[in-house]
């Protein structure tokens, strides 16, 4: 998908047709690579935040998901932490996003307040005086369908951790979760409900794959919609389920992937994939309107080397054979006081240019730390006729 951010100089086959396809060249090799700043908020306001990633609805609008977000007023005050968040892609510049259009609880979005969470608590729940939960949104929104009224319905999976205060570390796994997720473009209202079932909103059991954590996509017939999570081991292998857009509440409906075919049987699972922390699996049509190869990954490893990785595989289950290192690309952090020790959350933002073109490709990281963001940077790779 192509939004109005593209220029009409970085789409010159649509408009001159003359102009023989191009198409990205396998293996990928990096030719360019022009950095983009921040993903920064349109206030203007100090918002270090992590995580990043985007998705979009069947009406263009582009939802970017934030983690820990340390809010600030417009003078510099610190005004509270937001744990989870969305915001809306704004203007002609793929890298700002502005949280004006995310009502909380009064029905208004003040810039010099906190950013309220998109994952709420239910009541009861949440912070003790020992502990407090976290829910890291890695999935992405997946839009399901639009309703009667013209709203886009979508669904959102996320990781549920419980975390001790005062500890440094990312506590202990809980379960994955899942939420629903309404876009009323003509109200610009964005809003999550989380499920919950008769024993709780454990949709995926803390012994059983993450599935949906670590990402999700549509598939191209829109059949199914696709879901990507760690085993439940500690190997940071990544499993696959699937599940109809309109069955994605019913536990019962979903389908595993065993190596050979799908099966009711979670258990009979197998990865797709290994050694991978994050990283989102998108359509595509870099490799050619008529290449089989329509599904494309970009992501970071589990060995925590700040090195990006490109694959791409002929359907949402692989096989994803060869997920290469984007060779030269290099990797930064932007502010000098305390960045983690490795970039992470790598994530693609393909509807940013025309990549089937050009070779343009947007991706991002997080710097992390108390202070860090996330960096955008534009990738060009190499194409050919």
Same mark, same amino acid.
């Given at each position: ?9 970085l !789409?010159?086959?649509?408009h001159?047709?003359? #102009?023989p ?5 396998? /293996? ?10 921040y ?8 918002? /270090? ?6 998705s ?10 934030? %983690? !820990? ?6 003078d ?13 892609q704004?203007?002609?510049? /793929? ?6 259009? *995310?009502? !909380? ?16 608590f239910?009541?009861?729940?949440? !912070? ?5 939960? +976290? ?50 473009? +003509?109200?610009?209202?964005l ?36 879901? &990507?999570?760690?085993?439940a081991?500690?190997?940071?292998s ?24 799908w ?30 190869? +329509? ?22 289950? %692989? /096989? ?6 984007? +060779? ?8 000098? &006081? ?14 940013a240019?025309? *990549?089937k073109?050009?070779?343009? #490709? ?8 108390m ?7 534009? #990738? ?5 006729t």
């Amino acid at each position: 998908m192509s939004s109005n951010v593209q220029s009409e100089d970085l !789409d010159q086959s649509t408009h001159n047709p003359s #102009l023989p396809e191009r198409r990205v060249v396998w /293996p990928p090799k990096l030719i360019l690579q022009t950095p983009m700043g921040y993903l920064r908020d349109s206030s203007g306001n100090n918002l /270090p935040r992590d995580i990043g990633r985007s998705s979009f609805f069947g009406d263009e609008t582009i939802i970017f998901q934030f %983690g !820990d977000t340390f809010c600030h007023s417009m003078d510099g005050s610190f005004t509270g932490l937001s744990p989870n968040n969305a915001a809306f892609q704004v203007g002609d510049n /793929p890298t700002v996003s502005s949280y004006s259009f *995310t009502h !909380d609880s009064s029905g208004c979005r003040s810039s010099e307040k906190p950013v309220p969470p998109f994952l709420a608590f239910f009541p009861g729940e949440g !912070d003790t005086e020992t502990h407090f939960l +976290k829910f890291w949104c890695f999935s992405g929104i997946v839009e399901t369908h639009v309703d009667q009224r013209g709203n886009h319905l979508g669904v959102c999976y996320y990781e549920t951790r419980e975390l001790k205060r005062d500890a440094i570390d990312d506590g202990v796994y809980l379960y994955t979760g899942i939420a629903s997720v309404t876009w009323n473009a +003509k109200e610009r209202f964005l809003e999550a409900k989380r499920w919950t079932g008769p024993q709780g909103p454990q949709f995926f059991l803390a012994d059983e794959p993450r599935f949906g954590a670590f990402c999700a996509v549509i598939g191209i017939d829109k059949k199914y919609i696709f879901l &990507y999570g760690h085993a439940a081991d500690s190997s940071k292998s990544v499993v696959l389920a699937r599940v109809p857009p309109l069955r994605a509440l019913f536990k019962k409906e979903y389908e595993y992937w065993n190596g050979n075919g799908w099966s009711s049987m979670m258990r009979e699972c197998k990865p797709v994939f290994t050694a991978m922390q994050h990283g989102q699996i998108f359509q595509t049509d870099m490799f050619g309107r008529n290449s089989p190869f +329509k599904y494309a990954f970009i992501g970071c490893n589990s060995f925590a080397d700040s090195k990006a990785r490109f694959g791409r595989a002929k359907e949402p289950q %692989g /096989p994803w054979e060869q997920i290469y290192e984007v +060779k030269g690309l290099r990797t930064y952090a932007m502010q000098p &006081y305390d960045p983690a020790p490795f970039m992470y959350c790598f994530y693609p933002h393909p509807w940013a240019f025309e *990549t089937k073109n050009n070779g343009d #490709l947007m991706i991002s990281w997080s710097e992390g730390g108390m202070n860090g963001s996330v960096i955008a940077e534009l #990738l060009r790779f190499e194409t050919t006729t």
